[in-house]
């Protein structure tokens, strides 16, 4: 996931710039400091999913968007879609070891595929990027819509799959037993930047 990121911070300068909003408006509606902002967009803050999220939904964008994740079937792309299970994993981490990322796509069908739940070690979460995702995870069945958000571990039986028969897109981040992805509901917490100080990049 961290070779995805590395570009992310001049890329959402130039969306910002774009939009001609200033890192104090983008603070007053994201509630991230403009100093976080200004970091991420230099490149001196690693990009995390707590800090990007607010950031897709501030400039209604996706997610991978963002993160400049390969759209299926661009044949500029030479990342390998994998179909497995009837659904499409595309690989958007080469970096062996640690936390991979992938874009899911389940395809429409016309009728809703019954549950299958499945059992493996590891951690995944997943971010709905586009159409009404089914999440059976236990005793639980859950519909995410887009912009919605699961963490769960993957011992515990889990199914994905399309709530009503449409298209679904999905980014997933998949990690060894015990290692999760750190998501924060408060961007501006006590720890969000403990080194944050004036920073001569701000505009």
Avoid: C, N
Wanted: aromatic content about 4%.
């Amino acid at each position: 996931m961290l070779g995805v990121l590395d570009a992310v911070g001049p890329r959402l300068r130039a969306l910002r710039r774009r939009r001609d909003i200033t890192l104090a408006d983008l603070a007053a509606e994201t509630g991230i400091s403009e100093s976080t902002l200004s970091r991420l967009e230099s490149g001196r803050r690693r990009a995390t999913l707590e800090l990007l999220l607010p950031l897709a939904r501030r400039y209604d964008v996706p997610l991978d968007d963002l993160v400049g994740a390969p759209r299926t079937g661009d044949p500029r792309i030479h990342l390998k879609p994998v179909h497995r299970f009837g659904m499409v994993f595309v690989p958007l981490s080469r970096r062996p070891g640690g936390i991979h990322a992938f874009k899911m796509i389940i395809p429409a069908r016309p009728e809703p595929l019954e549950p299958t739940p499945q059992t493996h070690e590891g951690h995944e979460w997943v971010y709905v990027l586009g159409g009404r995702l089914r999440l059976v995870l236990g005793d639980r069945d859950l519909v995410l819509p887009p912009g919605e958000a699961a963490e769960f571990d993957t011992s515990l039986p889990h199914w994905l799959g399309s709530a009503d028969g449409g298209a679904v897109e999905l980014l997933i981040l998949f990690g060894p037993h015990g290692m999760r992805a750190h998501v924060r509901a408060d961007p501006t917490g006590p720890d969000a930047d403990p080194d944050a100080g004036p920073d001569p990049d701000r505009t």
